[in-house]
């Protein structure tokens, strides 16, 4: 069992940046691949960016490619998400997760989500 718990959510304005934190607790943090997901209002959710155990591979979402970037911090359990460039459509809840796969991840851990709200 891993409890997440994400922060650093807030109200920004388009074009200014934003670092989420996701702290693990439980289990061995570093054994798990872990991912940053988001969901908006009406809209699926999105796998915005992945990272493996390691923290040495990443993958992005073409939305986010080149403004966003995970990375971790194992000796803290603590996965992050520097959003940079912020656009309004970056609005939406974001969620870590965590899986015991990382190429094709099934999320078996969840935080409870963190709101980011981009004004434009």
């Known amino acids: 069992q891993v409890q997440l718990a994400e922060s650093g959510g807030g109200l920004v304005q388009a074009g200014d940046s934003l670092r989420l934190s996701c702290v693990g607790t439980g289990r061995t943090f570093g054994h798990y691949a872990m991912g940053w997901l988001r969901q908006a209002p009406g809209k699926e959710r999105e796998l915005v960016a992945r990272?493996?155990?390691?923290?040495?591979?990443?993958n992005y979402a073409d939305s986010v490619n080149g403004r966003f970037t995970i990375f971790r911090d194992n000796a803290k359990d603590t996965v992050y998400l520097q959003m940079s460039s912020l656009k309004p459509e970056d609005t939406a809840v974001y969620y870590c997760?965590?899986?015991?796969?990382?190429?094709?991840?099934?999320?078996?851990?969840w935080g409870q989500g963190t709101q980011v709200t981009v004004s434009s």
């Open positions: 997760a965590a899986s015991t796969e990382y190429t094709n991840p099934e999320f078996i851990y």
């Open positions: 990272i493996s155990w390691s923290g040495m591979s990443t």
